[in-house]
């Protein structure tokens, strides 16, 4: 247990965090990495926007929640915008709710287009977030920050012509969720920010005449993660750094990948209040009740054939061309299929089809549901995710948590997750390499040939259920990183420039 005076306080600034404001997952690890800081002695706290919905989900959920004294002020775009500030305690975290409804209007968080009045929001939620020691009692020793939307937040630290002057004061890290979103805007944005035009040099935000809000934030933060140690390598390739490769072989050393975990409260079928009956490696009877009314919602028979899953975003990162391609072929003779999520408007038309044309065995649902994802894993045989790239991944966590087994593509962290059955007796699921139709279905052909052969189909289940994600074991890699950089062993610090 830290001692007073050592203990770590860390900022996590970010526009996601379930069940308050949740697009995808990155609003599930910045609800369960903050609290498992906590749980670890870790003074973690959150800042985070409220958004429309937001205020309501803290009080449905009697979370207490009241407002601080102070508001927060910020100078953007040659006028003060200000905000109430909101502490909320969510699962145990301290949450600083930013109420500036003029600003946080978007329920759905990230813009279409980044213009200078789409941006605002963020360069506000980034800058508010070096005024939190004024209007609280506290300071962090790290700022951590998370993708695009708040890098600005170290760019302030090295650019503006107000904050850098409190560059000294903090240590930021800024962790890769997903490189493929960068924001990239035009430069002229950022001096209505505040930040000064040396920022726009080759050395900072320049990207092929534009400001590439990502690259600038990495370049300038103290530590780098990517949410697995495969995709830290994955982005240094030309294939998986979306433009960014080459930025990456000068700061290798201060690029590090920690698996992101799954929060074993939430998503464990023993005591999960969402499914009609609890289930364990021990007892795998609560199992077929699930199948049963997850094949009732789906108004089939029940002839024993496999049901394969996927919940997620149906968007091209996810594999969803060559997952209904492939669907389309297995199946009326094969299995069953459950979709649950959307995403754009041609994937969401392809599954409706299918719906249409096979009645009998493919069922989805368009949105998010948490109850149905929760019947689908705990319902379910397979989870399939066949995704082009994957910076991390929780779906398979999960599935494997319910002993609905992988079938996943080989590439960042599901490659860190899972084990092939085939390749090894301690296997966990099914991977493939190449992005392909004909490869994803070899790799469901091998599942279905386990999964009729029940001893070794239970072996593989029993595998599944047994692999720990719980973030117990990522958190001290964090906790290693935080005190590093506290202590000055981490030695990237660069505070050459001039303030
Ligand atoms: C993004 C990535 C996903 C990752 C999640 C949380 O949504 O696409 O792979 O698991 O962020 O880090």
């Not at 009877?285 to 199948?291: I, S, T, W």
């Not at 009314?293 to 996927?310: A, H, Q, R, S, Y």
Request: hydrophobic share 40%; charged share 20%; net charge negative.
């Amino acid at each position: 247990m830290d001692s007073f005076d050592d203990q770590l306080k860390v900022l996590h600034v970010t526009v996601e965090m379930a069940p308050l404001v949740k697009q995808g997952g990155v609003g599930d690890v910045l609800m369960a990495l903050p609290k498992s800081l906590c749980r670890h002695s870790v003074d973690a706290r959150v800042l985070l926007p409220a958004y429309p919905g937001a205020m309501e989900c803290v009080k449905n959920h009697g979370y207490s929640c009241s407002p601080l004294a102070e508001r927060i002020h910020v100078a953007l775009d040659y006028k003060v915008y200000s905000a109430k500030v909101y502490r909320a305690e969510v699962e145990g975290v301290p949450v600083y709710l930013l109420d500036q409804p003029e600003l946080f209007t978007n329920p759905n968080v990230y813009p279409h287009s980044l213009s200078h009045a789409s941006m605002m929001p963020f360069a506000f939620l980034s800058l508010a977030a070096l005024e939190i020691p004024g209007c609280t009692d506290w300071k962090p020793d790290i700022i951590h920050t998370h993708d695009w939307p708040t890098s600005i937040v170290s760019l302030a630290l090295r650019w503006h012509k107000h904050y850098r002057a409190l560059r000294s004061e903090y240590d930021v890290v800024i962790t890769l969720h997903n490189l493929a979103h960068q924001g990239i805007i035009d430069p002229s944005i950022i001096s209505s920010w505040g930040i000064t035009k040396e920022a726009l040099s080759i050395e900072g935000l320049e990207y092929y005449g534009q400001a590439n809000l990502l690259k600038g934030g990495m370049i300038v933060s103290d530590a780098i993660t990517a949410v697995s140690p495969h995709y830290s390598w994955d982005i240094q390739t030309p294939e998986g750094g979306f433009g960014l490769h080459g930025v990456f072989s000068n700061m290798k050393n201060k690029l590090t990948g920690i698996l992101n975990g799954i929060d074993y409260d939430v998503w464990s079928p023993k005591n999960d209040p969402l499914i009609p009956a609890g289930y364990s490696m021990d007892d795998m009877e609560g199992k077929a009740v699930c199948r049963k009314k997850l094949i009732e919602m789906c108004n089939w028979n029940d002839d024993g054939k496999p049901i394969v899953t996927f919940v997620g975003r149906m968007v091209q990162q996810k594999g969803i061309d060559i997952l209904f391609t492939m669907l389309d072929w297995l199946m009326i003779d094969n299995c069953r299929a459950v979709v649950i999520g959307s995403g754009q408007p041609q994937y969401e038309e392809w599954a409706h089809q299918f719906s249409r044309t096979y009645p009998d065995c493919f069922w989805c649902f368009m949105g998010f549901n948490d109850e149905m994802a929760h019947l689908a894993y705990a319902g379910s045989d397979i989870t399939v995710m066949p995704s082009l790239f994957e910076p991390c991944g929780l779906s398979q966590l999960i599935g494997m948590s319910y002993g609905s087994v992988p079938v996943v593509r080989c590439t960042g962290g599901l490659a860190d997750t899972v084990i092939d059955f085939d390749g090894s007796p301690d296997g966990t699921g099914f991977l493939f390499s190449d992005y392909s139709t004909d490869e994803l279905l070899k790799a469901m052909y091998r599942a279905f040939d386990v999964y009729y052969d029940k001893p070794r189909w239970q072996k593989l289940v029993r595998n599944a259920m047994s692999a720990d994600f719980s973030w117990n074991k990522s958190i001290s890699s964090y906790i290693d990183l935080y005190r590093k950089l506290k202590s000055g062993d981490w030695g990237n610090k660069d505070l050459s420039f001039e303030t």
